[in-house]
């Protein structure tokens, strides 16, 4: 089956608008503004959805420990780029 990674770089809008076009098997990933995504709902994904976003803006804006007490895996530039590998399709999201 294809997978899609999605990659939120901007504002909570942005996040809004990825979540409906999110299936079963894709991943998503929060980066740059879209970490900010964290402050808000991250409910409603299927448990079949990976929550990730990228360790170094989540702490450039001060939201480590935030991230560590929601269902989101923090990933460094080198796994993100395997991420991009691992998926059929990447779509981003600004």
């Given at each position: 089956m294809d997978s899609n990674l999605h990659l939120v770089l901007g504002s909570a809008g942005s996040f809004d608008a990825c979540r409906q076009f999110v299936?079963?098997?894709d991943a998503v990933l929060l980066a740059d503004a879209g970490?900010?995504?964290l402050a808000g709902d991250l409910t409603g994904?299927?448990?079949e959805v990976r929550l990730l976003a990228l360790h170094a803006d989540v702490d450039a804006r001060g939201l480590l420990q935030r991230a560590?007490?929601?269902p989101v895996q923090l990933v460094d530039d080198a796994q993100w780029t395997e991420l991009v590998t691992?998926?059929?399709h990447t779509l981003s999201w600004k």
């Open positions: 299936r079963q098997g970490v900010m995504a994904f299927s448990s560590q007490t929601l691992a998926h059929t």
